[in-house]
Antibody, heavy 127, light 108 residues
């Protein structure tokens, strides 16, 4: 089955750029959106942004000026870059497949969800 | 952005109990609501999509209901492995996607 694995430095200095990679195995990245979601220690989840396999992106407006998500579908990888980091960017960073459109034909209802997640990678911002 | 508010923030219950977690959106979101379960040190797992539909492989003791701006996650016949933090997430009108602050469930 599809599995995701994040990788990258666990420590980044303030004002520098955080760079992470998400490797997808067991399936193709084609025809899906791929998101980055983060979780500060002891806190909730924040959607960072997504990229479609063709390369179009959407970012959280709260981070938009600092975020870049890219994709290399031939290598089954997506990447996250977050510039000018501060201590507020300390978090576990997850890559996830989605949003994926789910539709229940019995109820006629639908939603977009994140259905497969990587294990996450902790990034600390500190000098 | 659409704000999602969960209640309670934490609760404790015994094996076999029934618990209900509430999620309220700051505006109507139809049925564009998902629920996730997160265990310590692990990634979230999708439990329910479209407010009430069970994701593949999720035990039937989990159920969801609601539409508009008020939603509930119900767990019947609690099991020890249900100890986790539960999050709601809205997908109404696309990004930005937002999550509730989480509800931590402890099994006594």
């Amino acid at each position: 089955q599809v599995q995701l694995q994040e990788s990258g430095p666990g420590l980044v200095k303030p004002s520098e750029t955080l760079s992470l990679t998400c490797a997808v195995s067991g399936g193709s990245m084609n025809n899906y959106f791929w998101s980055w979601i983060r979780q500060p220690p002891g806190k909730g989840l924040e959607w960072v942004g997504y990229i479609y396999h063709m390369g179009s992106t959407k970012y959280n407006p709260s981070l938009k000026s600092r975020v870049t998500i890219s994709i290399d579908a031939s290598k089954n990888q997506s990447s996250l870059r977050l510039s000018s980091v501060s201590a507020d960017d300390t978090a576990v960073y997850y890559c996830a497949r989605g949003p994926v459109r789910y539709h229940d034909i019995l109820t006629g209802r639908g939603s977009e969800a994140f259905d497969i997640w990587g294990q996450g990678t902790m990034v600390s911002v500190s000098s | 952005d659409i704000q999602m508010t969960q209640s309670p923030s934490a609760l404790s219950a015994s094996v076999g109990d029934k618990v209900t977690i509430t999620c309220r959106a700051s505006q109507t979101i139809d049925s564009s609501l998902n629920w996730y379960q997160q265990k310590p040190g692990k990634a979230p797992k999708l439990l329910i999509y479209a407010a009430s539909s069970l994701h593949s492989g999720v035990p039937s003791r989990f159920s969801g209901s609601g539409s508009g701006s008020d939603f509930t996650l119900t767990i019947t016949s609690l099991q020890p492995e249900d100890s986790a933090t539960y999050y709601c997430q809205q997908s109404y009108n696309g990004p930005p996607y937002t999550f509730g602050q989480g509800t931590k469930l402890e099994i006594k």
